[in-house]
């Protein structure tokens, strides 16, 4: 068992606030994220994460909204599933529709909240938390080892990482789910407007409320607009700081 002062230490390690990190540290890893996000096959292995996200948001929402959660898939092309049982129309089934497209920008946010305060540590011990909850409702193989090397990473740079390589992750990931989180909500009309995904969140968001499809997606990226300048915004601090233009 932790003594008295062992768990003193946890706590100041968990929620202590470390040092402000370069400025170029935020900006490289802002860059990198961008390129992440732009280029083809890097965005084909990293667009794992936004689903994890996507499907991660769906599953809260349902939870949050009294349905009965049966489980989520996570697939190898970068789909999701998030199965859950309720009334098929009403808030709940609203809420979690909705939530898909923009968990992985507010998640982001969340981030950058947290990166602001210079919490790096209670970030990254969080998403290991997150990550470790949602394992419990994998329910196929590629999913569950898509979520145990996710959270083996993040925790193994959480645990034995230098300060300034886990500055540099959380940055990094943080800037991703920011960035990345736009990007799906472009590639959703691009597809629904050749036919090719007529039973998109949107289109079922259309089915159980008086409002289109294309309003649900416009909806979804304005959220995640507006998340991403408000994260970058927080994000920028010590940018901000470096060149006098935000006062701490």
């Known amino acids: ?47 794992n994460a936004i689903t994890i996200a996507h499907e991660g948001g769906h599953a809260l929402a349902a939870l949050l909204t009294g349905r009965r959660l049966h489980g989520i898939r996570l697939h190898s092309d970068t789909s999701g599933l998030t199965l859950s049982a309720g009334r098929p129309t009403g808030f709940g089934m609203v809420l979690t529709l909705l939530a898909g497209y923009i968990a992985p920008s507010l998640v982001g946010l969340a981030g950058a909240w947290l990166l602001g305060g210079n919490r790096i540590t209670l970030l990254l011990w969080g998403a290991v938390v997150l990550l470790l909850a949602m394992l419990v409702m994998i329910r196929n193989v590629f999913g569950i080892v898509s979520i145990v090397v996710t959270t083996a990473v993040v925790l193994g740079v959480s645990w034995y990482a230098s300060p300034d390589v886990q500055a540099a992750f959380a940055y990094a990931g943080v800037w991703f789910l920011l960035i990345g989180g736009v990007r799906p909500v472009g590639e959703l009309q691009s597809l629904r407007s050749r036919g090719r995904m007529p039973q998109s969140d949107a289109d079922q968001l259309a089915g159980v409320t008086p409002l289109p499809a294309l309003f649900w997606v416009g909806l979804f990226g304005v959220i995640n607009l507006i998340a991403l300048l408000v994260g970058a915004t927080l994000l920028a601090g010590p940018i901000l700081t470096e060149f006098g233009l935000f006062a701490e």
């Open 1 to 47: 068992m932790l003594s008295f002062d062992g768990l003193t230490d946890l706590w100041d390690r968990l929620f202590g606030a470390q040092p402000d990190p370069p400025p170029l540290l935020v900006l490289i890893t802002g860059l990198l994220a961008l390129v992440v996000v732009l280029t083809r096959l890097p965005w084909r292995i990293g667009r």
